[in-house]
């Protein structure tokens, strides 16, 4: 299957700092993208929908000045947590789908582990 | 909104039975639905997907039913192994505008023992 990869793998920041997160497709073009946030033992929550080159769709009660969707290639997508804070500590995690996709084609990246002090 | 119960949080099984778990929903009604695995500290991979006006799945040890009246969905693992253990999402997928999005549940942590 296709491959999603995201960096940094994990990162440690102060409160009061962004951090932004990659999400690439390795060997296909993704005109979606989707950033989901899970907590230890919850479910994934969908964050936003991602389409290249136009604005993010995001889910209610995710506030989208907080978190920043950029998506201005067909491989490579950002989430920025602007002004990070302890309780935006959690392991985010991106998924593509491409140009041919079925619906059920949603390649998943491995995740990113951020925690805010 | 969707609310998606899965039901348990861990089930614990011997090597060799099969595993059933359980995903139920209400407030939606999803185009289709997926099964995953999550390790921890990954990603989660795709396992199966059932649409809206299918009622059984299978692949190789795995099959999935799908009852749109129950709002309900049965994952089964057969000839379990220990290499199977790990937390199996249900997903619910939407349909137009929403066609893509996926829908989580909390998941069910799957121990098999030897």
């Known amino acids: 299957g296709a491959v999603v990869s995201q960096h940094p793998s994990w990162v440690i920041c102060k409160s009061g700092t962004s951090v932004k997160i990659e999400c690439r497709s390795l060997?296909?073009?993704?005109?979606?993208m989707f950033w989901y946030r899970q907590f230890p033992k919850q479910s994934l929550m969908l964050m936003a929908t991602s389409n290249e080159g136009s604005k993010a769709t995001y889910e209610q009660g995710v506030e989208k000045d907080k978190f920043l969707i950029n998506h201005a290639s067909l491989t490579l997508s950002t989430l920025t947590v602007t002004s990070a804070h302890p309780e935006d500590s959690s392991f985010y995690i991106c998924?593509?789908?491409?140009?041919?996709?079925?619906?059920?084609?949603?390649?998943f990246g491995p995740g990113t582990r951020l925690t805010v002090l | 909104s969707q609310k998606i119960e899965q039901n348990s949080e861990a089930l614990n099984i011997q090597e060799g039975k099969t595993a059933t778990l359980t995903c139920n929903y209400t407030?939606?009604?999803?185009?289709?639905l997926q099964w995953y695995r999550q390790d921890p500290g990954r990603g989660p991979v795709f396992l199966l997907l059932?649409?809206?006006?299918?009622k059984e799945k299978r692949k190789e040890r795995l099959k999935v039913t799908f009852d749109t009246t129950l709002k309900q969905s049965l994952f089964h693992i057969t000839a379990s192994q220990p290499a199977d253990s790990a937390t199996y999402l249900c997903a619910l997928g939407g349909r137009g505008s929403t066609l893509g999005r996926l829908y989580f549940g909390r998941g069910t942590q799957l121990t098999v023992w030897p």
């Open positions: 407030n939606y009604s999803p185009a289709y």
């Open positions: 060997d296909f073009q993704a005109t979606t």
């Open positions: 059932i649409r809206e006006n299918e």
């Open positions: 998924s593509a789908r491409g140009w041919e996709a079925s619906y059920n084609e949603q390649f």
